[in-house]
Nanobody
């Protein structure tokens, strides 16, 4: 089992920056991929960025060049640095991990609001 806890959400003005953190505990050695998703009311949860064990990262087109995902070498932390935030980035952001046993784990979510 893996437990994920996000932190770092909040309210920021357009053009501002935020850093989200996700702490993993439990069977962290089994984690293969970690990612950040986001969801707004009435819409499906969408992937924002993902990173694998080799450090390869991928981004949604909407955040490419503005967001950066990173991961600790011990695989117990994953971060999302968000720059040049826009109103369209407002959402609940969820940390996600998948294990080598094909189990999926989710955090409880953290709200990010971009507003002037």
């Amino acid at each position: 089992q893996v437990q994920l806890v996000e932190s770092g959400g909040g309210v920021v003005e357009p053009g501002g920056s935020l850093m989200l953190s996700c702490a993993a505990s439990g069977s962290v050695s089994s984690i293969n991929v970690m990612a950040w998703y986001r969801q707004t009311p009435g819409k499906r949860r969408e992937v924002v960025a993902r990173i694998d064990n080799r450090g390869n990262s991928e981004y949604a087109d909407s955040v490419e060049g503005r967001f950066t995902i990173s991961r600790s070498s011990f695989k117990d932390m994953v971060y999302l640095k968000m720059n040049s935030l826009e109103a369209g980035d407002t959402a609940v952001y969820y940390c996600y991990a998948s294990s080598i046993n094909f189990n999926d784990y989710w955090g409880q979510g953290t709200q990010v609001t971009v507003s002037s």
